[in-house]
């Protein structure tokens, strides 16, 4: 059986399940998940949110929504349980109006995996412990009211669950801490307290960080062994299995999400077994849940064949693919759109309190979650120029919709600025995006003319009904002298020759992804950046850990930097408003992009219905390329 993991959304109305959070949980539920873990639940609001619109457990209130939550999730045949969750030290004064609350006084210390840190919390006393065990315990009997098939304890990342258990988190000196068996007390307390609300057989499950890493991390390996045998002593039926990372910087060994590998937790499930049966004498009887980018079918299969875990679980696969597990079981895996591991999902809530977005699915987070995609009423022709991300999203949803595609790609590949963007180190999770994209035309009819730069006067002969310009971008040009010297990033990156002293003008994501890609190369490079902050829109974790490579690379970082000229073997530029000049054989800028938008601009009044999508209407994200085709292929 598969497991969707529990992912925050921050999509509920204050608290409360709406229509959002219903689509999205019944949407994977038909998609063919065996077991919903429904996201991050607060036991005790306001002081114990993470998100402004968590979802919220606390008071009767909330049952009826949760009971609608739940059936239009049954009604698919799939089980589901609510995860629930007090954030404890990481809950923010700005979302709560209140001094976060802990096991000990101790501050949320910067992690550069979650991006935040927090201000000293308020220990809590013996008696607000046992209080909030209960609150855990009423909790679970609002979700069995509800109709939920069990709870997940939270005890990963930084909620309360994970600081009772970490010896740099909880330093108190009472029952509730001190040592290992006194640290894991308030969980066999809550487990306790629920089979004593809820039954002996209402199913509890605990998602443990198994062990953590990084100069503030609190739980060892033969911690999380300990804690696995104590819940299974204490009746809880399995535990999702995670680990932790507690660094303020990253290092070369730390890899961005993007180059995540297969199962990355699955062998953490393993470890927990053989630690139990080595402290009990006898096999392991609690259930280990792992995954970690394990929604390859041989990768799980091999996993559950081997007896490392008996379930697997799948996140971010299901986020961008809802329908991922029946495409698998119908052989339909090439269908499959991949998580290119951007990061989005979790930067939208943490770093910009919004919802939760995904750069492959453009539904995930807009309004109601609506995964309906209608027939339209009348048939069209309709041609897209481009075949970049949002050209092939808007040919695929026009031709789901019954419209007669043909795209026009001027290269000879689909992909678009793709090919750019996965060849950089460590982007090895984005590469499959390309195969994606050519199967989707393809099963979709769409007509895919490659090598073929279609002017205005073409497309007007042929009398579309419907035109989608998707042409992408040209290269920004900064007004300075000997700026025709320099070479375009994109070129170094399609594999154009670079010397071995180099200088990159422009330190945004393209500008040191670029850098990164020729250090690894041996080249001696500097990044200059008019901004007081390199890759300032990337997301946090994939930018933390992309400068950290930077640094342990030797490549030179030059902030609030400018740019004057450009010599033969000279970059000349102002910092600190002393003039510097830096040796380079090869000059490389990288200082952004103007939308490619002309062939647009000849169609305008010319052609009846007509749409300009992606980065020729404006250049950004891989997220919002593929929300503006998406919506731009609803709309035909």
């Known amino acids: ?28 539920a038909k998609g063919g998940i065996g077991l919903i873990m429904i996201e991050v639940t607060c036991v005790d609001a306001p002081v114990g949110l993470n998100t402004s619109n968590m979802l919220v457990a606390d008071d009767d209130k909330y049952i009826p929504g949760l009971t609608k939550l739940t059936d239009a999730i049954h009604v698919h045949g799939a089980k589901c349980m609510l995860q629930l969750s007090h954030t404890g030290r990481g809950s923010r004064r700005k979302i709560t109006g209140y001094q976060p609350v802990a096991p000990s006084a101790v501050a949320m210390p910067y992690s550069f995996m979650m991006g935040l840190e927090n201000e000293e919390p308020r220990a809590l006393t013996i008696e607000e412990t046992q209080e909030i065990e209960d609150k855990y315990a009423q909790a679970a009997l609002r979700a069995k009211k509800a109709g939920f098939d069990g709870v997940e304890i939270h005890s990963v990342g930084y909620y309360m669950g994970q600081q009772f258990l970490s010896s740099t988190a909880n330093v108190r000196t009472d029952e509730y801490g001190g040592n290992p068996e006194n640290r894991v007390r308030f969980h066999l307390n809550i487990i306790g307290k629920i089979k004593k609300l809820c039954g002996e057989d209402f199913p509890i499950v605990v998602k443990l960080s198994a062990v953590e890493q990084g100069e503030d991390a609190g739980i060892t390996m033969q911690d999380g062994m300990y804690y696995a045998k104590r819940f299974q002593d204490a009746g809880a039926d399995a535990i999702e299995v995670l680990a932790g990372t507690w660094k303020k910087e990253a290092g070369m060994e730390d890899m961005p999400d993007s180059a995540s590998p297969k199962g990355t937790a699955i062998g953490l499930c393993m470890a927990l077994k053989m630690g139990i049966e080595k402290m009990t004498g006898a096999p392991a009887t609690i259930k280990m849940i792992g995954g970690g980018r394990a929604q390859d079918p041989e990768v799980a299969e091999n996993a559950l064949a081997s007896g490392q875990c008996d379930y697997i679980f799948i996140g971010k696969g299901v986020l961008v693919q809802p329908n991922l597990v029946n495409l698998i079981s119908e052989g339909r895996e090439e269908e499959i759109r991949p998580c290119i591991g951007c990061g989005v999902c979790i930067d939208s809530q943490l770093q910009e309190g919004a919802r939760g977005r ?47 595609v043909s795209l026009y790609e001027r290269s000879g590949q689909i992909g678009g600025q793709i090919f750019q963007a996965m060849a950089p180190p460590h982007k090895e999770n984005m590469k499959p995006l ?22 205005a006067e073409e497309i007007i002969s042929r009398k579309p009904d419907a035109v989608v310009c998707a042409t992408g971008v040209r290269p920004s040009v900064l007004p300075i002298p000997g700026f025709d010297r320099a070479v375009h990033a994109k070129d170094i990156l399609d594999g ?8 990159i003008i422009g330190g945004g994501s393209v500008g040191c992804e670029t ?21 300032d829109k990337m997301t946090n974790v994939a930018r ?4 950290g490579h930077l640094k342990g690379l030797g490549v030179k970082l030059l902030t609030s930097c400018n740019c004057k000229e450009i010599t033969e073997d000279t970059v000349v530029c102002e910092l600190d408003g002393r003039e510097l000049r830096i040796p380079a054989e090869t000059v490389i800028a990288a200082v952004g992009d103007r939308p490619n938008d002309s062939l647009y601009q000849e169609l305008r009044g010319k052609v009846e219905e007509l749409y300009n999508v992606g980065d020729s209407a404006c250049p950004d994200s891989i997220a919002a390329a ?4 998406y919506y731009c292929g609803r709309n035909i």
């Open 496 to 503: 154009g020759e670079c010397k071995e002293n180099a200088v």
């Open 515 to 535: 850098a990164e890609y020729l250090a690894e190369q041996g080249k001696k490079v500097t990044v200059i950046e008019m901004l007081d902050t390199m890759a």
């Open 434 to 455: 390309i195969a994606y994209l050519e199967k989707q035309l393809s099963i979709h009819n769409v007509e895919v003319h490659l090598n073929a730069e279609i002017t």
């Open 358 to 404: 995904c750069s492959g699915n453009a539904v995930l987070g807009n309004k109601d979650n609506d995964y309906t995609i209608g027939k339209a009423e009348k048939e069209k022709q309709v041609i897209v120029v481009g075949g970049g991300v949002a050209g092939v999203e808007a040919a695929r949803i026009a031709a789901i919709r019954g419209h007669r």
């Open 626 to 629: 593929v929300s503006q085709g």
């Open 1 to 28: 059986m598969t497991v969707m993991c529990a992912m925050g959304i921050n999509q509920s109305d204050k608290g409360f399940v709406n229509d959002a959070v219903i689509n999205h949980y019944a949407e994977r």
């Open 544 to 547: 933390t850990i992309l400068i």
